[in-house]
């Protein structure tokens, strides 16, 4: 095919494109609201995950935590007889090594609150986190998320508490709880603690449950040596969690090997089973959107082809082979499918800098069901450029595609029918 | 010249098969003006459209400055269209969104001539059709008289050998069907291209130098004139 028939081609593709104002402007914006919806919902995913990550690795299991392996297997009871022996030397040498490390130690207790601060008498059972404030700063960002009053101090009897549970047992700051637990070996003890400050954090599990005491006034009522049961450790560079894993194990090695060296993902299998199982069921809902634009695309396309079946068999009948009636109705198709693209990024891109920027609030749902996601309240949805380069250039080889299939079966018709049958 | 040997064509309509042609033979010299007459179902269509190569033949043979179409397949014809027959359509045919001169040369663009060539040939026969000025309009700016001008020179412009033209007035009022006529008399004189066409008006046969009459796809006069 020489240069000029080529430019006449696409020329009069172009024109036809044109002249069929009302079947382009359907066909274009099936494909622009195929295009965006898919964009925008796999924008609002991603940008759910890796909020949901980072809230994970910020409030909750930090990048990497280290564990007694016999504390890991059963870590759900929060047995605080398996604390790591020597964890004041272990933060030292992983400080001494450039890492950011948080001591805790985390138990099971029956939160007990009533009397002239709060309007019900009751009790709770609650996972008490105990810290120490200064280095727990360094690694969780707890702290700074206390929408009332302030975080505790060190070797205080204060709490923070999440403000979801809060509101379930109407605590405010300056209100008495007491806690009943069991110390090492098992006796019990009872400790009255002033709550300092409200948490509201991006992460709704935190806010479902938090309950943060100082770690050595606890350690003193369970007798735990001020040793920790968990000891976090945040990295400056996320990317290279297996390595950091490898690192620390090789610095812990001469010193314990009962010790157990986890990454965040470990420890958010939960998480990560529930945001895999959502991103199928999104995939499959994406593919059910993409579908429906593509029939309605193919359709459009089919009709025009149709109905210009006449057109195809006069093109013809001046010799123009099967090649340049191919070239001609999928350029047009593409241009089409040019057009609905152009018109989908920019209704995605706009819809996506107000996710990115601004985002959804989801407050609502996220205080009364936990959908998995380890999001608060605003939804953000995240640039994804590569998903939306190949979703384009999916719509476009399919309506090149689809050009092309109908234009074959048009071809297929004798001259002398398609001439008299339209 | 063109030589239609015995040839046959049918037609299934539904379950019964329908003799468009029935072993039909006709010889046209070159540059011949000649109308294909007779009434509707008589096989003037089914006959322009085998000699334009756009419909196959189930016997016989049509043989075409020597060649056979019957042995041509679908690239073979497409080929031979492209280079040696023009169409002219009862309802113009015109691409609407082209204008009068691009309806003109796409036929010389499927040709591959070169730019220069398809601007110089497309005014000339713009210009000899009386259209030059319109070149700019499209179809639906035109009357049907002039489409059917601009469809003429479009036919004529590639020179083929051959031009087939099914029923070119029978959409227009008899003024304008006249000057088709006239235009299609003057092109043949010019250019020395075989005109054949198919119509039944009467006032249309009275143009055609020889006059060929088909009845349930059989000749049943050929007058010369």
Redesign the interface.
């Known amino acids: 095919m020489k240069k000029d028939e080529f430019i006449f081609i696409v020329k009069l593709a172009f024109k036809n494109m044109w002249h069929y104002k009302r079947r382009t402007i359907i066909t274009a914006a099936s494909i622009a609201m195929g295009l965006a919806m898919f964009i925008i919902v796999d924008s609002l995913l991603i940008g759910a995950e890796k909020e949901s990550e980072n809230n994970l690795r910020w409030y909750e299991t930090a990048d990497i935590v280290i564990m007694e392996t016999s504390y890991f297997e059963e870590r759900l009871y929060k047995d605080i007889n398996h604390t790591i022996t020597g964890s004041a030397k272990i933060v030292s040498r992983l400080q001494e090594n450039g890492y950011r490390v948080a001591p805790r130690i985390t138990f099971l207790s029956e939160m007990f609150f009533g009397g002239v601060d709060f309007d019900e008498e009751g009790h709770i059972a609650t996972v008490v986190t105990a810290v120490k404030p200064a280095p727990d700063k360094e690694v969780f960002k707890l702290h700074s998320t206390i929408v009332e009053g302030r975080y505790i101090e060190q070797n205080s009897h204060e709490a923070v508490i999440g403000s979801f549970l809060a509101e379930d047992i109407d605590a405010k700051v300056g209100s008495f709880i007491t806690l009943l637990f069991q110390g090492k070996g098992g006796f019990f003890e009872l400790i009255d603690l002033e709550i300092v400050g409200i948490t509201d954090c991006p992460n709704p599990n935190v806010n479902r449950s938090l309950l943060i005491v100082d770690f050595n006034t606890i350690s003193d009522y369970l007798e735990t040596d001020y040793e920790a049961a968990e000891i976090y450790v945040s990295l400056s560079s996320f990317s290279n969690l297996n390595r950091e894993i490898q690192k620390i194990e090789k610095i812990l090695e001469t010193n314990n090997n009962s010790l157990k060296v986890v990454g965040w993902e470990e420890l958010s299998k939960d998480y990560l089973a529930i945001a895999k199982a959502k991103r199928g069921g999104s995939a499959l809902i994406l593919v059910l959107v993409f579908i429906i634009a593509v029939v309605g695309v193919s359709n459009t396309m089919l009709m025009a082809i149709y109905e210009r079946t006449k057109e195809v068999a006069v093109i013809r009948s001046f010799g123009a082979n099967d090649k340049f009636i191919y070239i001609l109705f999928s350029a047009e198709s593409a241009f089409v499918g040019l057009l609905g693209v152009l018109i989908g990024l920019v209704i995605a891109v706009s819809a996506n800098l107000y996710m990115v920027n601004i985002g959804f609030d989801f407050g609502y749902m996220m205080r009364e069901i936990d959908i998995g996601y380890r999001i608060q309240s605003t939804m953000h949805g995240s640039w994804n450029f590569l998903s939306m380069v190949l979703s384009s250039m999916f719509c476009l080889f399919f309506c090149g595609l689809f050009g092309a299939l109908f234009t074959r079966r048009a071809l297929k018709k004798e001259i002398s029918d398609a001439l008299r049958d339209s | 010249m063109i030589e239609v040997q015995k040839v046959v064509r049918t037609y299934k309509v539904g379950l019964t098969e329908v003799l468009a042609l029935r072993e039909l033979s006709l010889t046209i010299e070159k540059g011949e003006f000649v109308a294909i007459a007779g009434p509707s179902g008589s096989g003037k269509?089914?006959l322009l459209?085998l000699l334009?190569c756009?419909?196959?033949f189930d016997g016989g043979e049509i043989i075409i400055d020597g060649q056979r179409l019957s042995a041509m397949d679908k690239?073979e014809k497409?080929?031979f269209?492209?280079?040696n027959?023009?169409?002219i359509?009862q309802t113009y045919?015109l691409?609407?969104?082209?204008s009068a001169y691009e309806n003109v040369s796409?036929?010389l663009?499927?040709?591959?001539?070169?730019?220069s060539v398809?601007k110089e040939k497309t005014f000339n026969i713009l210009e000899e059709v009386g259209l030059k000025e319109l070149e700019n309009r499209f179809p639906n700016q035109l009357s049907g008289g002039q489409q059917q001008r601009i469809a003429i020179a479009?036919a004529l412009v590639k020179n083929p050998k051959l031009i087939l033209a099914d029923e070119p007035t029978a959409n227009l009022d008899s003024e304008t069907g006249k000057e088709i006529l006239e235009l299609m008399t003057q092109m043949n004189k010019k250019h020395g291209t075989t005109f054949i066409f198919s119509t039944h008006d009467q006032m249309v046969m009275e143009y055609a130098k020889r006059l060929v009459f088909l009845h349930d796809g059989q000749i049943v006069n050929d007058e010369k004139r």
Request: net charge positive; aromatic share 10%.
């Open positions: 269509t089914t459209n334009g756009i419909d196959s690239k497409t080929e269209r492209k280079h027959v023009g169409f359509f045919n691409i609407p969104v082209l796409f036929a663009s499927i040709l591959g001539e070169p730019a398809i479009r």
